[in-house]
């Protein structure tokens, strides 16, 4: 059995991580290869900066201290990988722009990063779109109590509309003191059928825009395929 040696001596660099990783999820944990690629995968996270942290897929594989603990390597580590994702510990994106693979620590903020990716954001953008309040907490917040029925046309209409158009509607519901979904849903309608009919107000919409045709070029192929 091979032995540690010990922590050095003066000062040394600590990783964090959150209580429940040993309260809740370690007794969860029955398979060392998942334990190892796990602690792996947070280590590095801990290590990153901003406010939405991921790790590739190439930089886990040219982990040399990882993959030395591995004791099949890039098979083992894709293994660990897997496990981790269906025990819900990771989450995993694809990178549209590089088709990196990305991993994320399964958070509150890491989850809304990954549906914005999933929606067609990019890694430049995710950090803004992943602080957004998603259309059921603008919904909760502004209206109340959602109904099943209600849940799922709020995420057709997130589908289908940016999320600052959709914060913004719900902005002029509250403005006018008209909470209800169906106010909401009939601003985000005019302003699609206000810039499909203005050229001017398409270029101050730009991206936005942009992103709403790209929905609903999306969804019309989607639908075709069904």
């Not at 190439?58 to 994702?85: F, M, N, P, T």
């Not at 209206?143 to 509309?161: C, H, K, N, S």
């Not at 106010?183 to 398409?202: C, F, I, N, Q, T």
Request: charged share 30%; proline share 4%; glycine share 8%.
């Amino acid at each position: 059995m091979k032995v540690f040696s010990g922590f050095p001596a003066g000062k040394v660099r600590s990783v964090s991580l959150p209580e429940p990783f040993f309260d809740d999820l370690l007794p969860l944990i029955d398979d060392l290869v998942e334990l190892k690629v796990t602690l792996g995968c947070l280590k590095t996270l801990a290590t990153k900066d901003g406010p939405v942290r991921w790790v590739t897929h190439s930089e886990l594989a040219a982990d040399r201290h990882l993959l030395s603990g591995l004791e099949a390597g890039e098979s083992s580590l894709a293994q660990g990988l897997e496990r981790a994702i269906v025990r819900g510990t990771l989450l995993k994106a694809q990178d549209r722009k590089t088709g990196e693979t990305l991993y994320f620590a399964n958070s509150e903020r890491e989850r809304a990063a990954v549906a914005a990716l999933e929606r067609g954001a990019t890694t430049t953008t995710v950090e803004g779109i992943a602080d957004r309040p998603n259309i059921f907490q603008l919904y909760e917040q502004t209206i109340g109590m959602l109904t099943p029925l209600v849940a799922d046309e709020l995420r057709e209409a997130e589908q289908e509309y940016p999320a600052a158009w959709i914060e913004d509607a719900f902005r002029e519901a509250a403005r006018q003191n008209a909470r209800s979904w169906a106010y909401v849903k009939k601003v985000l309608e005019s302003r699609a059928r206000r810039g499909k009919r203005d050229e001017a107000h398409k270029r101050d919409v730009g991206r936005e825009w942009q992103e709403y045709l790209d929905r609903r070029r999306q969804r019309t192929k989607d639908g075709g395929k069904s």
